[in-house]
Structure formats: structure tokens, C-alpha cells
């Protein structure tokens, strides 16, 4: 019978099998050991900067053709609305008061290179239970986390030792200071409130000095001495960080080394592409992680001159394009090295676009599309809401929009799991395994709740209400928008968390966001029935939440984050602190003739032999800028793999450029 019934359906069967042989097949996890992650974070950028998103003044076609062939996340959501704390959420999975990232006052991110504060050692990043579970894991870009704790060279809370095996970029932020020609940007207000002081104390000296010699006031001299004395150490006390933040922030580091010291912002763009590719290029024969975190778009917004101009959104639309072709440029390298169906690619944004950051009527912000708010603004959408998109072809489903509840925190289950790593079984986490949801298996996400802090006040709470779809969101505490109706709080330049800076409310305001994603029409208990069941179901989660919470050192308190001299990272000898090691005329390190040919004086050595060690390494950067040598990209770049396979290329090189020096080889 079942022969008969096989004979029957056999014209039709035979093409459905034909045909489904044809099939790209689909390739489930499982049989993907330890995939490469490529983790690209944008610095600032709106939700709606990105094409995908609903821009349609700045082209993004890299990162748009991500969200084509992978999945796009419409409610992926920060865990904090600016840099330090939702970057160290990201890393730990963690709500990040749980690691002291949050601020109780108005510093609610490093400030200085030289601060003690950061990411505590104690944490436990991804990077590091990737690199456990046997994988290459580089940071190129920003960090933002601290660097010393209690000495120069401590590096406590350095990329190096939370997981990472190789660093490039910037250990700071990029600010406006580290471009010459723009005007300061950090701390603003208190600088102007410091020179105004050290005028007014300078007057008062100097009135009494002049008083004290035309006989019109009877002052000590001891006492006018004691007076100028204070009034130059206050200068000082304060000049000595401020008047320098360039060569303090604006640095750029290789691993534990400086390279430039300040930062040499016109190249800074090729050089962090250069060390992208170059770490895919290392480690393409086994499992890495790259976590790629762009200094775009980050005011003061470095662009190069090919993309000046290109944008119908002035110089930030252009700064974003250019970070899109550089997210091409990763693609292709990834595509290059036969990684496109190994490399799980992820893009993000840190938090919403900076609405208040403006300069001469230009916008040096993001947009965040039709969301409320903005940068720093704990509860409003804007300032949390951000771009969430992944693409893993023959894994993930190309195609797929998913508005569900998701968080910059799920990274770091999800990573871990597909690595073989096990999430630290002896703390709170607070992200979730996204694979399930990416892949269609579950239709809805983890998340029942969310909650929205400002610094380490919470001020809204969502509540993904899965059996009816609802998303409920109460707002505890607002900002006070300045001047009103303005949408942000452009006299300020930013919102604040706590004080007279913001209003709060009871009982709460409530949006239902599936209905009114703007946060336009807040619901009250005459126009919601079940207006009282929603706050009372939203208030017991917030106590269950708190019960969960325990006191940590805050990381980012005064005392950690004001600048220490003797933290401060330095090149040379402090404070004369200089230097730029970074390129030769090969595009590749300019430590790389240090590499090949030590010009220090060694032990024991004649200066004879030091200069014509001096006189090879000249030789060195001439035959690399005539293409004399016959040795490829990644002999040239290679410096900082310490393997034979390296030490045996140097030594390869080093010998072609005596026997050139033997040959007689003009070397001007």
C-alpha cells in the first residue's frame, strides 16, 4: 500500500525533491563551531540617521544592504542614553549602576584619561569569555572605560585587561578639543566659571598691590604675597587640566603604548579602517572577535576630504556616510577572506543622537526620527532607541523585521552562547540570548521588563505586555525641556537627571508605545481602563528590580573622576608629554623600522654601530616607499604578532636591507 501510494504522488513528489535540493541549504548554529563576531557600535547616531530607519538625506547603502540580508530590530534599546555607561552595559551584560558606571551627580561619564574611575577589574566583559573559549579579540576605536587606577601604568581598566588581546584606538572619547580649530567642548560651562574666578581673584591681587603702593590702603606685603601666591596656584590648580586637554584626552594608543600624543585627527580615520582589516586579515584562520567602536559620529565629527560635502545633511551627514563606507569596507574584507558564512556581523549605535549640539547655526547632532528626546535623556525613546541590526547569511533569515523588546545588553548572552562560553553564573545579568528571536524560533523577546535610568535615577520603566502585543511605558521623572516646547534642552546643551532639572510625576505618565511610539498622548485612568493595573503591574516590577540591586563603589563619584596627574598617560616624560609614532611612508606603524632595527643604544655598543644600525633604518623606509622589497602588506604591518612566523618575516627583511646596503643601493 505504501509502494502504491509512493507510485501515485511520484510525478509530483520527483520535482518537489529536485527542487528543494536546489535550495541554498540553511545552516542551523549547531553546525557552526566558534563563528568570527564582528561587533561595528556607532558613536552618537540617531535611529533616524540611518537609511533603513527612514533617512532619506543620508545615504547609508552598507549599512542598509546589513539590515537586507539580516534581521532589523525596530525596539533595541540602550541601557543608558550616553557613552560610558552604556558601553560598559554592553560589555557586561549589566544594567550599569550594577558595576558603579552610573553617576549620582552630574559626571555621568570619564572625563579625564587621568580619573581613577572605570570599568571595575572585577567585571566580566564578553571579550574575556571569548578569549577564554580560545578566540582572537581585538578593540579598535573608542573605549571610554578608564584606564589607571592608582599609577600611570597600572592599566586597570585598559581593553587589555578585560578581555581583549589587542587594542588600536582612542582610550578616551572624541571631543571638540581634539580638533585645533573648533571650539572647546568639555566642561564648558565650569571653564568659563574658573577663567571668570581666576580674573576676579587677579583683580582683586592687583587692586590691592596698586592700593598698597600709592599708600591708599594699609595691607601687608605678607599678606599681598599670600594673595598673588593663591591667586597663581588656583590658575595653575585648574589651567593645568584644562588649558591642555588635547595632549591629555585627544591620545591614541597600541595596546599598553601611546602612538600620538595629541592625536593627529587628520588621519585618524584611515588608520582605525587600516586596523580593522588588518586584525581580520591576522586571525582569518581561526575564531576572533573584532569590536569595532567608531569614532563616528562624535563631534567634532572627523571626516575626510573625499566625503566633505556629499551629504544633504552638512558636515554630520557627510561624517555619517563616511562611517558607512567604512562599514563597506569591512564588509568586503570580511567577503575578501571567504568569512561572509562564519562572521556573525552586528550594528548598533552607543545611545540617541545629541540634539542640542549645535555650533554657528549648524546641526552637529543626530536625529532621532519620531521619537521624543534625545542624548543624555534617561526615559524619552530618542535618547535609548537606536539602531539594532544583524546579519549572519544561512543562519539568520534575510529580511526580517522584528519589533520586539531587545536590549544593547542581549549582546553579550548571545555571543557568549555561540562561542561555547557560559555566562558568570555568580552575578545579576540582565541581558538575553537574542539567537532564538533572530532565527524565528521564538516569536516574542525575553524581556517582560525594562528599565530606563538616568545616571542612577530611574526614570521610566517598559513593560512588554507578549499575550496582547501592548508595550507599556511609565515615565517617573522628565526632563524640563529648555526653553519649553523646544524638544531638548538646548540652553543647558544637555538634560539633567535629578534636581530642578526635571519634573516628576504621579501617578506616572503612561504610553502605550505599539500605539503612539512618539510619546505624544500620555494616558490618564479616564482614558485607559486599565490605567491603575498597568502602574500598580509596573511598580512591583521596579521593587522586585531594586531587591536585586546591591551598593557598589561608584565608579564615576568627583573624587574619580577629576583629572590626576599622576594617572596621566604620558609618552614622554611627565609633563612633557608628545609624541607621534604612528605612520611611515609604507601606511604602516612608524615603531616598524623600531621593530626591524632597535635605534636606542645597546649595552655594551659603540656609537659606530648605532649609526649604522641608523643608517639601515633609513634604508628601511626608503626600499618600503620604492617598493625595493619584495614582501607583502602583512609582512610590512605585522609588528605586534610576537610568533616565529613574524620574528622569522623581520628577520627576512632585515636581512634584504643589509644585502641591498652591501650592493651599494643608493638609499637618498
Excluded at 567608531?294 to 573625499?306: G, V
Amino acid at each position: 500500500m505504501i509502494w502504491q501510494l509512493t507510485s501515485h504522488w511520484s510525478p509530483l513528489v520527483a520535482p518537489l525533491i529536485f527542487g528543494l535540493l536546489l535550495q541554498a541549504p540553511f545552516t542551523h548554529p549547531s553546525t557552526i563551531t566558534q563563528p568570527n563576531f564582528v561587533l561595528l557600535l556607532a558613536d552618537d547616531l540617531g535611529i533616524g540617521d540611518v537609511g533603513c530607519y527612514g533617512n532619506d538625506t543620508i545615504r547609508t547603502p552598507n549599512i542598509d544592504g546589513l539590515a537586507k540580508e539580516g534581521v532589523k530590530l525596530t525596539q533595541h534599546i540602550a541601557a543608558a542614553p550616553l557613552c560610558t555607561p552604556s558601553r560598559a552595559a554592553f560589555l557586561t551584560g549589566r544594567y550599569p549602576l550594577r558595576s558603579g558606571m552610573d553617576a549620582v551627580n552630574d559626571y555621568r561619564v570619564i572625563f579625564w584619561n587621568a580619573g581613577s574611575g572605570g570599568l571595575p577589574p572585577n567585571e566580566t566583559t564578553f571579550a574575556k569569555i571569548l578569549q577564554h573559549q580560545g578566540y582572537s579579540t581585538g578593540l579598535i576605536g573608542k573605549w571610554h572605560q578608564g584606564v589607571n587606577c592608582e599609577s600611570r601604568n597600572d592599566h586597570c581598566h585598559h581593553p587589555l585587561k578585560h578581555g581583549f588581546d589587542y587594542f588600536y584606538g582612542m582610550p578616551f572619547t572624541l571631543i571638540s578639543d581634539c580638533q585645533p580649530t573648533e571650539t572647546p567642548e568639555m566642561d564648558r560651562a565650569f571653564r568659563r566659571k574658573l577663567w571668570l574666578s581666576t580674573q576676579m581673584i587677579g583683580l582683586i591681587t592687583l587692586t590691592a598691590v596698586l592700593g598698597r603702593l600709592t599708600g591708599l590702603v594699609s595691607v601687608p606685603w605678607r599678606t599681598l604675597t599670600c594673595l598673588a601666591a593663591f591667586s597663581l596656584l588656583f590658575f595653575i590648580s585648574w589651567f593645568s587640566s584644562y588649558g591642555f586637554v588635547r595632549y591629555w584626552n585627544c591620545i591614541m594608543m597600541r595596546n599598553h603604548g601611546i602612538t600620538e600624543q595629541p592625536m593627529v585627527t587628520h588621519r585618524t580615520t584611515s588608520l582605525i579602517l587600516r586596523e580593522s582589516i588588518s586584525f581580520i586579515e591576522r586571525n582569518k584562520h581561526k575564531p576572533f572577535l573584532l569590536f569595532l567602536s567608531f569614532l563616528h559620529s562624535h563631534t567634532p565629527l572627523l571626516t575626510t576630504e573625499k566625503f566633505l560635502g556629499r551629504s544633504r545633511h552638512g558636515l554630520y551627514g557627510d561624517n555619517v556616510e563616511e562611517m558607512d563606507w567604512m562599514v563597506g569596507q569591512v564588509l568586503d574584507a570580511i567577503d575578501k577572506e571567504g568569512l561572509r558564512e562564519t562572521t556573525l556581523v552586528y550594528f548598533a549605535s552607543d545611545h540617541g543622537g545629541w540634539l542640542e549640539r549645535q555650533e554657528g547655526g549648524r546641526q552637529l547632532g543626530g536625529w532621532n526620527g519620531i521619537y521624543k528626546g534625545g542624548k543624555a535623556m534617561g526615559g524619552w525613546e530618542g535618547g535609548i532607541r537606536v539602531p539594532g541590526i544583524f546579519r549572519w547569511p544561512g543562519v539568520l533569515p534575510a529580511g526580517t523585521v522584528i519589533d520586539e523588546p531587545t536590549s544593547l545588553m542581549d549582546i553579550y548572552p548571545t555571543v557568549v552562547h555561540l562561542a561555547g562560553g557560559e555566562v558568570p553564573q555568580d552575578r545579576v545579568m540582565d541581558g538575553r540570548d537574542l539567537l532564538p528571536l533572530l532565527r524565528g524560533a521564538a516569536a516574542h523577546s525575553e524581556h517582560e521588563f525594562l528599565f530606563h535610568y538616568c545616571g542612577v535615577h530611574l526614570h521610566a520603566v517598559r513593560w512588554h505586555q507578549k499575550h496582547t502585543g501592548a508595550v507599556w511605558k511609565a515615565h517617573y521623572m522628565t526632563p524640563i525641556f529648555s526653553p519649553p516646547g523646544a524638544g531638548a534642552c538646548y540652553d543647558r546643551g544637555f538634560c539633567q537627571c535629578f534636581g530642578e532639572g526635571v519634573a516628576h510625576h504621579e501617578p506616572p505618565l503612561l504610553f502605550e508605545l505599539s500605539q503612539d511610539p512618539s510619546e505624544a498622548k500620555p494616558l490618564s485612568a479616564d482614558t485607559e481602563p486599565l490605567f491603575d493595573t498597568i502602574i500598580r503591574k509596573i511598580g512591583r516590577a521596579v521593587e522586585e528590580h531594586r531587591r536585586t540591586l546591591t551598593p557598589v563603589p561608584e565608579q564615576l563619584s568627583v573624587s574619580n573622576v577629576v583629572w590626576k596627574p599622576w594617572l596621566q598617560p604620558c609618552c614622554g616624560t611627565f609633563p612633557f608629554c608628545w609624541c607621534d609614532k604612528e605612520v611611515t611612508a609604507a601606511g604602516c606603524p612608524a615603531s616598524a623600522s623600531e621593530e626591524f632595527f632597535p635605534t636606542q643604544l645597546v649595552p655594551g655598543e659603540g656609537r659606530e654601530a648605532l649609526r649604522s644600525r641608523q643608517d639601515e633604518v633609513n634604508a628601511f623606509a626608503h626600499f618600503f616607499k620604492q617598493d625595493h622589497l619584495p614582501i607583502t602588506h602583512e609582512m610590512r604591518c605585522d609588528f605586534d604578532n610576537p610568533s616565529l612566523e613574524a620574528k622569522i618575516r623581520k628577520s627576512e627583511v632585515r636581512r634584504e636591507v643589509r644585502t641591498k646596503l652591501l650592493q651599494g643601493v643608493s638609499t637618498e
